[in-house]
């Protein structure tokens, strides 16, 4: 399933920040809820909420990519779009 996997990156990249779920919920203004079913798998992220986390979580170009390679182009998300300011 691409939500879980993107997910599972999305709980990596923040237990390597160092942050609770509640803490990315503070910096991205994304509501705890909404992290914790999309580290569960349960939630694709609109672009926003993606982009809010990116920020939130002050990843490099790197890590946008590995978040990236979980989500299919078919989901309209490209690196581009992603990362643009």
Known sequence: ???KH????VRDLREKKGLSPQRL????????STIRVLECGRYKPSLTVFRRLVD????SKRDV???LAAVPLEHGVL???????
């Not at 993107?6 to 990156?9: I, K, S, V």
């Not at 939130?56 to 990843?59: F, R, V």
Request: some cysteine.
């Open 1 to 3: 399933m691409v939500q």
């Open 25 to 32: 919920a503070e910096r991205s203004g994304v509501p705890l």
């Open 56 to 59: 939130a979580l002050g990843l």
């Open 6 to 9: 993107l997910g599972q990156r």
């Open 79 to 85: 690196p581009c779009e992603a990362v643009a300011a």
């Open 65 to 67: 990519t590995f978040l």
